[in-house]
């Protein structure tokens, strides 16, 4: 598996089905969902299934994350107690407003990684970020804030209703501006705060056409990863964001000769001028394809 996961797939924590059907497919990040795709009355179920899954599944395979309830209601600490023994790779924390989240959940962790005898500091974050009104100023504030954030991810739906909207499209069917904004400013977050930037989910899981042209807008624009609600999904997320040998190819060669030039801030290659920008493209295409980078 890529070392930045392509695809992160949710899946209902209340459903043993469908974890089984997720664990046995290709998504490179597995979410066990408590919170949206959850009816109240089943969370406390949700959690004992999913804890369950992340004990007996093969830690050699995809990553497991838990997307936890947000720190706003009385459900994360039970969320937080029922996983984190279990020892997943990471939590998802949904409606997250700014880095001060983080570090409220950071703290949370702390203290259930501690109880649990687990190092402090195992247990990765991964956040929504673009869910309430508050969240849209809060986007410039991760950076440093954690060593356990590794990525951040956006969606409409929920901001869309926190917003009144009566729709997050244009009359044409595409974004309205404010949540085109809000993609732009979890890129640019993200990118900032050096964690993986992860495009959001694109809900018609029937249409191969627009997933597959919605990947390839979001790998060209920066974004590293997608996220997914349907497996079906997964082979088309994973083909877009993995590099093609060509660009691999093109990569190493780009790396190899400042390498080769340590002292120079220009470089010729194929009739192109170089300068460190392309280095640093080239050397997050080989990261994205798995490959160890010379510092």
Not at 18 to 39: H, Q
Request: aromatic share 6%; hydrophobic share 45%; net charge negative.
């Amino acid at each position: 598996m890529p070392r930045i996961p392509r695809s992160w797939l949710f899946v209902p924590a209340d459903s043993e089905k469908k974890i089984a059907k997720a664990l046995a497919g290709e998504a490179d990040a597995i979410i066990l969902d408590l919170e949206d795709s959850v009816a109240d009355a089943n969370k406390r179920d949700a959690r004992k299934i999913a804890a369950a899954a992340l004990r007996d599944a093969d830690r050699n395979g995809a990553q497991l994350w838990v997307r936890i309830n947000p720190l706003d209601g009385r459900l994360t600490e039970s969320d937080l107690r029922a996983v984190v023994s279990a020892r997943p790779y990471g939590v998802m924390l949904p409606k997250s407003e700014s880095g001060k989240d983080i570090a409220t959940l950071r703290r949370m962790l702390d203290a259930e990684e501690g109880a649990n005898r687990i190092r402090i500091g195992t247990t990765k974050i991964s956040a929504v970020a673009t869910e309430t009104a508050a969240s849209l100023f809060g986007l410039g504030s991760y950076t440093d804030v954690s060593k356990r954030l590794v990525a951040l991810t956006w969606g409409a739906e929920d901001l869309s209703a926190a917003l009144g909207a009566s729709s997050k499209f244009d009359a044409d069917g595409e974004l309205s501006f404010t949540y085109k904004l809000a993609r732009s400013l979890c890129l640019a977050g993200a990118v900032a705060a050096g964690v993986q930037p992860v495009d959001s989910l694109f809900a018609d899981f029937r249409d191969d056409e627009g997933l597959r042209a919605d990947c390839d807008k979001g790998r060209r624009e920066g974004f590293t990863g997608k996220l997914a609600i349907h497996p079906a999904q997964v082979p088309i997320i994973n083909a877009a964001f993995t590099p093609s040998e060509a660009e691999i190819d093109h990569a190493r060669q780009v790396v190899e000769l400042f390498a080769a030039n340590p002292g120079a801030g220009t470089i010729g290659l194929d009739g192109k001028m170089l300068d460190r920008p392309h280095l640093l493209q080239a050397r997050r295409v080989l990261e994205r394809a798995g490959e160890d980078v010379p510092g």
